[in-house]
């Protein structure tokens, strides 16, 4: 007996037809919460290493919840940064030569321009506009001061973004997987292994390790 199109929808009840289809179960499972060592990274995703096991993680955390610490040399700081320092006076220029500074991201805490510390001094945040020689000109809140620093400044960065992110970081992720490899990460804090030089002086240290290797 040939069925047709009709009659196999009046069947379908008796056949199961009718039944919703239920996907299996997934368990959700959180992420492990463990320190791990970056080993690539290409937006939105991170390639970390935990214990023998490695993760692809995809990064879907707001701003407020990426962390990224680092210090860095002096010749690392380009215009477009945001700077913080105290000690300054009213101007937001500073007399002696800078000890320490921060590159930061603006948040709900951090604003920008020249605020009074209470003791005399007052608190800088501000752009960093231009670098001639030894002099930092950083715009404040549309307030032009003139920075320099000491040869041996501590710089710390403290920033939002993970652009500056390198293989051999350290890692914590909180997040959430399906499937053991593979996982969302919601918040991420990521600490430097080594400090941040410039990229010209990185260059030209790689060209003098081959040279070296090569005897010549």
Same mark, same amino acid.
């Given at each position: 007996?040939r069925?047709t ?6 069947l379908a009840?008796?056949i ?6 239920r996907?299996?179960p %997934?368990?959700?499972?959180? %992420? ?5 060592s ?7 995703f ?10 692809i993680?995809?990064?879907e955390a707001e ?14 700081l380009?215009?477009g940064m ?5 000690g300054a ?5 500073h ?5 320490e ?17 209470g003791d005399?001094?007052f ?5 960093l506009?231009?670098?001639k ?15 320099q620093?000491a ?18 970081d350290?890692?914590?992720?909180n997040?959430?997987?399906f ?12 600490t430097?292994?080594?400090r941040l030089e410039?990229?010209?002086k990185k260059?030209k240290?790689?060209?003098r390790?081959?040279?070296?290797s090569?005897?010549?």
């Open positions: 007996m069925v199109g009709v009659a196999l929808l009046l009840p008796a199961g037809l009718s039944e919703p289809f996907a299996p %997934f368990k959700k499972r959180q %992420f492990p919460n463990a320190k791990a970056l080993l690539g990274i290409e937006a939105p991170l390639q970390l290493e935990i214990g023998q096991t490695q993760w993680v995809k990064v701003p407020e919840n990426i962390s990224y610490t680092a210090t860095a040399s002096k010749d690392w380009r215009p945001l700077l913080r320092y105290t006076d009213e101007k937001g220029n007399k002696e030569p800078l000890t500074l921060t590159v930061f991201s603006l948040r709900p805490e951090y604003g920008l321009g020249i605020m009074d510390d005399g001094t608190f800088v945040a501000g752009v506009r231009s670098v020689k030894d002099r930092f000109f950083v715009n404040a809140g549309g307030r032009k001061t003139r920075i620093l040869e041996d400044v501590t710089i710390y960065v403290d920033v939002n973004t993970l652009e500056f992110a390198q293989p051999g350290q890692v914590e992720v997040g959430w997987y499937q053991e490899g593979k996982a969302v990460g919601n918040k991420i804090s990521v430097a292994s080594e410039a990229q010209g260059r240290k790689s060209r390790r081959r040279k070296d090569s005897g010549k």
